[in-house]
């Protein structure tokens, strides 16, 4: 089976990755990491550190960005009176359920389609934030269904201009895909305490198995970052192969470039006939509208095949898929399959 429903990684680990699987010495995990003596969460959190220039006290670690997700939501939800959590409307399903789990409720504030892409309305988020005064705000840039993101201003905009208290988590797993501009991180953690950046070796590394998530959260947060750390250091096995693929960047690049090639695909395949939009995404996947008349047919085609993508149900987005941005023959595949279904029903 050809799984394009859940944006996992369908090309080929790098060979650096590769070499630190098979190289790995499996007595190393006869004995706890010593790093945690010198006062270091793990080797990775150091390597993180250097790279995007946050101190190593600041970065965070944990069992993908899933469990950074569920730390933070946990932490700040439980404590204090205030649990209530502001996530974008078209989102990934999890958030209100990890709310849910530590007793907190949610509130969705709108994202807003405007010809080829969806799009945050800043002013509006802010507004939102100002008068609700959540404990917490989640934004998820590239935002999982719809593919769009905030830029660095975007996000310190709304940083300067929202309740100090309000811790905001931003959700960069589907970062990278478009750019390797990083440089905005540091500034706006060693800005604004109440900030959480969000990151992981699922999506751009290609590592969902691996289970290994990132991210940087602003001063002042010791409490917090003792609660997520883990004492006797991490899995030895996970670190390895997470520092061969932070040293992969240019394998990787050129995978995301191939998602470039499929995005241009069925832009130029589907975007222009009749009851088609090809959403505007800077992940590694992308969302279709289409006519849902060739929905039952278009399902049996790609199952014939093997082949698995996303046909969404959320309200609003009923009549879209999500495909994952795969290998060129498999993007090439689904585009045909689609085109196929869509002549043969006219």
């Given amino acids: 089976m050809d799984y394009l429903d859940r944006n996992e990684f369908n090309f080929e680990p790098s060979q650096k990755v590769i070499d630190a699987i098979k190289e790995f010495d499996p007595k190393t995990l006869c004995f706890y990491t010593r790093i945690y003596d010198e006062g270091k969460k793990s080797v990775v ?25 569920k730390n933070s939501i946990h932490y700040f939800l439980m404590k204090g009176d205030n649990k ?7 989102s990934w399903w999890y958030y209100n359920r990890v709310a849910s ?12 389609e405007q010809e080829d892409t969806f799009a945050y309305d800043v002013s509006e988020v802010i507004n939102f934030t100002n008068r ?11 935002n999982n269904p719809t593919g769009n993101s905030l830029s660095s201003e975007e996000i310190g905009h709304i940083m300067e201009n929202i309740p100090s208290d309000t811790m905001v988590l931003v959700d960069e797993a589907y970062a990278s895909f478009i750019t390797n501009d990083t440089d905005y991180i540091a500034p706006l953690v060693n800005r604004y305490s109440n ?18 998530g990132f991210g940087f959260i602003g001063r002042g947060h010791d409490q917090f970052i003792s609660y997520v750390n883990k004492y006797l250091g991490f ?25 470039d ?19 505007k995404s800077v992940a590694n996947f992308i969302l279709i509208k289409y006519p849902e008349k060739i929905k039952d047919r278009l399902k049996e085609s790609l199952a014939a095949q093997n082949y698995k993508i996303k046909f ?24 045909d399959t689609i085109l196929k279904v869509f002549h043969e029903m006219q």
């Fill in 195 to 212: 900030l959480i950046i969000s990151r992981t070796l699922s999506k751009f590394y290609g590592l969902p198995g691996l289970r290994v």
């Fill in 312 to 335: 969404m149900t959320d309200k609003g987005l009923e009549s879209c898929v999500r495909i994952t941005l795969g290998r060129k023959e498999q993007t090439q595949l689904v585009c």
């Fill in 132 to 142: 609700i005064h959540p404990r917490m705000l989640l934004l998820a840039s590239p």
């Fill in 84 to 90: 209530k959590i502001l996530i974008p409307e078209f």
């Fill in 101 to 112: 789990e530590c007793g907190g409720t949610f509130e969705m504030y709108p994202l807003h």
């Fill in 235 to 259: 899995n030895r096995f996970s670190e390895a192969v997470a520092l061969a693929a932070l040293d992969s960047d240019e394998h990787y690049r050129r995978v995301a470039n191939d998602m």
């Fill in 261 to 279: 090639w499929g995005r241009n695909l069925y832009k130029r395949e589907l975007d222009n006939l009749p009851g088609f939009k090809v959403y």
């Fill in 45 to 69: 959190s150091v390597r993180l550190s250097e790279i995007y220039g946050v101190p190593e006290n600041q970065v965070l670690l944990a069992y993908g960005g899933e469990d950074i997700l």
